[in-house]
């Protein structure tokens, strides 16, 4: 009985504090390129959850994933333009908006997730996101995607001459289109919603994603190869179309922004889990799985290192400076 009265009297008090704020019915439509079932779909519907049970099922978050909404640099458009009210995609890609945000997809720095997290919900994200109004969006939280790898249907990748002449598709982001020239690849800019069609048919030999991603998307179907090369860290962005965001009221933009910031502490853990468990189930489903050797990681890391000292000049110096000295990287 008392467990039954403590359970009431919470209830009661969630609804009561939620007719206490100002917040209205609404529904958001939140979309993503990614397949139902990876880390940041999953985190998707977290949100939904924990933000209608907050609102007392005034505000209700719908879930639009698989690229229904179309791709990412489409969506994006739509958050601008009040079409579609939220998003979730890779952080980096915002270097469109902003060359700040290029910081982020700096090959091979971003090794411990800690030291990122610290960065990101600290003042390098506090940074990047008080630059976002003017590009017409709201940046209300950094979830994950993970460590990128790569896959192929041509041979293994076990070194850096392996790379050499692969068609691979990239994100249509400047700075990773110049690190696998650099890497010796031919990067081949495509939206995610036409990949699995283009590595069907041999249009593009391979791609690079996150693993949970390569298994969600059964990219695996399709290629025979994964070298889990840990190139690129992919934090994800939350974010909410600045029209949108003008017609809340500011109690509701406080409770999507808290939302968004506590579903980011389950959706990492998720994401993290998920990079163990969709390695193995690739191996599994037949693709062979390969571990780059140290030595040849770090000629990886070597032949890239033009591509960071030209975009670093690009970034704010003191953002840059935080980063580096964050994670013990140095140009010298």
């Given at each position: ?5 403590i ?17 209205n019915?609404r529904t958001?439509k939140?979309?993503?390129t990614g397949q139902e079932g ?7 519907h ?6 209608a049970e ?5 505000l209700?978050?719908r879930?639009f994933a698989n690229g ?8 994006l458009?739509?958050?601008q333009g009040?079409?579609v ?13 902003d ?7 700096l090959?091979?720095?971003y ?6 997290d ?18 017409g969006?709201?940046?209300?939280a950094?979830?994950?995607q993970g ?8 041979h293994?990748?076990?070194t850096?001459?392996?790379?050499s002449g ?7 982001n400047?700075?990773l289109?110049d690190m696998?020239?650099a ?8 939206a ?9 048919t041999?249009?593009v ?7 949970p991603f390569?298994?969600g998307?059964?990219y695996?179907?399709?290629?025979q190869y ?7 860290y ?10 949108f965001?003008e017609?809340?009221t500011?109690?509701e ?5 808290e ?6 502490i ?9 990079q163990?468990?969709?390695l193995k189930?690739?191996r599994e489903?037949g693709?062979t ?6 030595a040849?990681?770090?000629?990886m ?7 960071i ?10 953002l840059t400076k935080?980063?580096?000295?964050a994670?013990?990287f140095?140009?010298?």
């Amino acid at each position: 009985m008392k467990k039954s009265l403590i359970g009431i009297l919470a209830t009661t008090l969630l609804i009561s504090a939620a007719h206490a704020q100002d917040i209205n019915n609404r529904t958001i439509k939140f979309a993503a390129t990614g397949q139902e079932g990876t880390p940041p779909v999953l985190g998707m519907h977290i949100f939904a959850e924990k933000l209608a049970e907050r609102s007392s099922g005034k505000l209700n978050a719908r879930v639009f994933a698989n690229g229904v909404l179309g791709g990412d640099v489409q969506v994006l458009s739509s958050l601008q333009g009040g079409v579609v009210e939220m998003m979730v995609w890779n952080a980096g890609n915002m270097i469109t908006q902003d060359q700040n945000f290029g910081i982020l997809d700096l090959p091979f720095i971003y090794q411990d997730v800690d030291v990122v997290d610290d960065l990101l919900d600290g003042e390098v994200g506090k940074f990047l996101t008080d630059k976002l109004p003017e590009h017409g969006v709201i940046g209300l939280a950094f979830w994950e995607q993970g460590f990128r790898v790569l896959s192929n249907n041509r041979h293994e990748v076990k070194t850096l001459e392996d790379i050499s002449g692969l068609k691979v598709r990239v994100q249509q982001n400047p700075l990773l289109i110049d690190m696998w020239a650099a890497l010796g690849a031919n990067p081949t800019p495509m939206a995610v919603t036409e990949l699995y069609t283009a590595l069907e048919t041999g249009a593009v030999d391979g791609q690079e994603s996150t693993a949970p991603f390569n298994y969600g998307s059964k990219y695996y179907e399709v290629q025979q190869y994964l070298s889990n090369t840990r190139h690129n860290y992919n934090p994800q962005i939350v974010l909410i179309g600045k029209p949108f965001w003008e017609k809340l009221t500011p109690d509701e933009q406080t409770m999507i922004t808290e939302v968004a910031r506590e579903t980011a502490i389950e959706q990492r853990q998720i994401s993290r889990d998920a990079q163990v468990s969709a390695l193995k189930a690739i191996r599994e489903a037949g693709n062979t799985v390969t571990e780059i050797e140290p030595a040849e990681l770090q000629r990886m890391k070597d032949a890239v290192r033009p591509v960071i000292a030209k975009y670093s000049a690009t970034f704010d110096p003191e953002l840059t400076k935080t980063v580096f000295d964050a994670v013990g990287f140095s140009l010298e």
